[in-house]
């Protein structure tokens, strides 16, 4: 199973960016997915989830009304758009999935997630 995450990169304040993750290996379809980032010298941090169905959608204090979570699970895939990003946006973002299809508990715990991709740098000057 691979979690590819992709989209990150360099970014002025205010910009936007758009990341993708392309699951592999299983289908996710009737998984909750949910994104997590980690800055250097911070933990993991919740980000964003979103039911199996697209239905539920989950944000942090931090990014909502900036971030949106979505899936396209025909491509076995879930996005993360995010506009006015800050600096203190700037981390890995990774894209993560349960161990077991229809879980649904926690969301907003890494320890609820047993898929973790590589993850992908966003980076945002000030």
């Known amino acids: 199973v691979q979690l590819q995450a992709s989209g990150g990169g360099l970014v002025q304040a205010g910009g936007s960016l758009r990341l993708s993750c392309a699951a592999s290996g299983r289908t996710f379809s009737s998984y909750q997915m949910a994104w997590f980032r980690q800055a250097p010298g911070k933990e993991r941090e919740f980000v964003a989830a979103?039911?199996?169905?697209?239905?539920?959608?989950y944000y942090a204090d931090s990014v909502k009304g900036r971030f949106t979570i979505s899936r396209d699970n025909a491509k076995n895939a879930v996005y993360l758009q995010m506009n006015s990003l800050k600096p203190e946006d700037t981390a890995i973002y990774y894209c993560v999935a349960p161990e077991k299809a229809g879980y649904t508990g926690n969301y907003h715990l890494p320890r609820s997630y047993f898929y973790w991709g590589q993850g992908t740098q966003v980076t945002v000057s000030s």
């Open positions: 979103i039911s199996w169905s697209g239905g539920g959608t």
